[in-house]
């Protein structure tokens, strides 16, 4: 389903209501599984996390996690530990999204996992078989934070545990901190000494969890307004002291002409018209918001030096290129001066076109929508893919816009 964008609003006012956060649902799917206790009630409806609770829920030998590469990973240690004999596939994206990292560390600890097609990428043959105990892992930590996620969630239940010492640069550090946090919240008492990670052999205590708002989902509502400039957008349910290390965007959209109020654990987004003439920002802590931050830039046209996207390259696509090339149709172009960064310094070329491919990316989709605002008639491809993280965007994006 391809969607038209035909906003033409010069001042905003109304409320916005987000996803319950995708990365909070995600882990807690696992920690109920592995603690024996109910799910939240109000887990993400998002696709990633569907995906993730049917699989921990069937006994189906074949599990299909589509474009879900969370449930990649999770899954991938969870079933080495827990889930008999499987096979873990997905969509033709996700057999070209690496695991090896993660493989290699949990043959280490005495895995069964077979690579069925090209070594170190899904499909995965997984039996599940007795760990090594008291082991210490030393791990590459600087392709994605989410191997080391999967591996602290099941350590607990290893005989002594595990100790995870972090080699290279740590990426989406935030990402770790909150899977710690969740795991003391079930009883566990993890440690985080710098690049080491201390589990101990400990039983997980089942608990009643509440999922707070998506902090990721509401950079989409901070784009819009900055672009429009004028109003104000009131969202519940997202806490200053959040699990989520998105929530610290809200220092990054001051810099883009939007402050933020704190209602109790709610927030008011204000378009202040203060605008830094250069944005400049490492992502590294924070990859997921990185594509809302360079298209906001563009279509405000303010020139950026941005860093800490090494990980954005094995995303649900490969989110530098595809934002240097949808970006060109709309007659910006973009640089890379080195790897891991990009660059604008306010270069046009002529416009190309109204048509903005997705690549099956959900992040691709609702960070170019609000380029509607600036180019009438613009066109979203397969503007459906949202539902991977969030089913009602552009209900939500309509009902402020429309």
């Given at each position: 389903m391809d969607r038209v964008i035909a906003w033409n609003k010069t001042e905003i006012e109304g409320v916005a209501v987000l996803p319950a956060s995708k990365s909070i649902s995600n882990r807690a799917l696992v920690l109920c599984a592995l603690a024996g206790c109910p799910v939240p009630e109000n887990l993400s409806d998002s696709d990633d996390t569907r995906v993730l609770r049917e699989a921990l829920s069937t006994s189906d030998r074949l599990v299909n996690v589509g474009h879900a590469g969370t449930a990649m990973r999770f899954l991938t240690a969870y079933f080495a530990l827990k889930g008999g004999v499987r096979e873990l596939t997905g969509s033709e994206r996700m057999k070209q999204r690496p695991v090896q990292v993660l493989v290699d560390a949990l043959r280490d600890l005495g895995a069964s996992i077979d690579y069925m097609g090209e070594e170190g990428f899904p499909p995965l043959w997984i039996t599940s078989v007795p760990f090594q105990g008291g082991c210490s892992l030393v791990l590459d930590a600087s392709v994605s934070s989410q191997y080391v996620s999967a591996l602290m969630m099941i350590a607990p239940l290893l005989p002594g545990g595990l100790t995870l010492a972090l080699e290279e640069r740590i990426v989406s550090a935030a990402y770790i901190r909150m899977t710690a946090s969740m795991m003391r919240l079930f009883g566990v008492d993890v440690r985080l000494e710098g690049g080491k990670i201390v589990v101990p052999e400990e039983g997980y205590i089942p608990v009643n969890l509440r999922v707070e708002s998506d902090w990721t989902a509401a950079s989409y509502f901070y784009e819009v307004l900055s672009i429009v400039g004028q109003g104000e957008i009131f969202i519940s349910d997202l806490k200053k002291d959040s699990l989520q290390g998105d929530a610290l965007q809200y220092r990054l959209w001051e810099r883009l002409g939007v402050r933020t109020e704190w209602r109790e654990s709610d927030v008011l987004l204000r378009a202040s018209g203060e605008n830094t003439g250069l944005f400049e920002a490492d992502f590294t802590e924070m990859p997921d918001l990185a594509l809302t931050f360079i298209v906001a830039c563009c279509l405000k046209d303010i020139p950026f030096h941005i860093r800490g996207l090494e990980t954005l390259?094995?995303?649900?696509?490969?989110?530098?290129?595809?934002?240097?090339?949808?970006?060109?149709?709309?007659?910006?172009?973009?640089?890379?001066?080195?790897?891991?960064?990009?660059?604008?310094?306010?270069?046009?070329?002529?416009?190309?076109?109204?048509?903005?491919?997705?690549?099956?990316?959900?992040?691709?989709?609702?960070?170019?929508?609000?380029?509607?605002?600036?180019?009438?008639?613009?066109?979203?491809?397969?503007?459906?893919?949202?539902?991977?993280?969030?089913?009602?965007?552009?209900?939500?994006?309509?009902?402020?816009?429309?």
């Amino acid at each position: 389903m391809d969607r038209v964008i035909a906003w033409n609003k010069t001042e905003i006012e109304g409320v916005a209501v987000l996803p319950a956060s995708k990365s909070i649902s995600n882990r807690a799917l696992v920690l109920c599984a592995l603690a024996g206790c109910p799910v939240p009630e109000n887990l993400s409806d998002s696709d990633d996390t569907r995906v993730l609770r049917e699989a921990l829920s069937t006994s189906d030998r074949l599990v299909n996690v589509g474009h879900a590469g969370t449930a990649m990973r999770f899954l991938t240690a969870y079933f080495a530990l827990k889930g008999g004999v499987r096979e873990l596939t997905g969509s033709e994206r996700m057999k070209q999204r690496p695991v090896q990292v993660l493989v290699d560390a949990l043959r280490d600890l005495g895995a069964s996992i077979d690579y069925m097609g090209e070594e170190g990428f899904p499909p995965l043959w997984i039996t599940s078989v007795p760990f090594q105990g008291g082991c210490s892992l030393v791990l590459d930590a600087s392709v994605s934070s989410q191997y080391v996620s999967a591996l602290m969630m099941i350590a607990p239940l290893l005989p002594g545990g595990l100790t995870l010492a972090l080699e290279e640069r740590i990426v989406s550090a935030a990402y770790i901190r909150m899977t710690a946090s969740m795991m003391r919240l079930f009883g566990v008492d993890v440690r985080l000494e710098g690049g080491k990670i201390v589990v101990p052999e400990e039983g997980y205590i089942p608990v009643n969890l509440r999922v707070e708002s998506d902090w990721t989902a509401a950079s989409y509502f901070y784009e819009v307004l900055s672009i429009v400039g004028q109003g104000e957008i009131f969202i519940s349910d997202l806490k200053k002291d959040s699990l989520q290390g998105d929530a610290l965007q809200y220092r990054l959209w001051e810099r883009l002409g939007v402050r933020t109020e704190w209602r109790e654990s709610d927030v008011l987004l204000r378009a202040s018209g203060e605008n830094t003439g250069l944005f400049e920002a490492d992502f590294t802590e924070m990859p997921d918001l990185a594509l809302t931050f360079i298209v906001a830039c563009c279509l405000k046209d303010i020139p950026f030096h941005i860093r800490g996207l090494e990980t954005l390259h094995i995303k649900e696509c490969d989110r530098v290129a595809a934002s240097i090339c949808e970006l060109r149709k709309l007659g910006y172009k973009l640089e890379v001066p080195v790897h891991g960064a990009l660059c604008w310094n306010r270069e046009r070329n002529s416009l190309i076109s109204l048509e903005i491919d997705t690549y099956q990316d959900h992040r691709m989709a609702m960070a170019f929508a609000p380029a509607g605002l600036r180019f009438p008639g613009l066109v979203i491809r397969n503007a459906g893919v949202v539902s991977k993280s969030f089913p009602t965007f552009w209900e939500q994006l309509d009902k402020l816009l429309i």
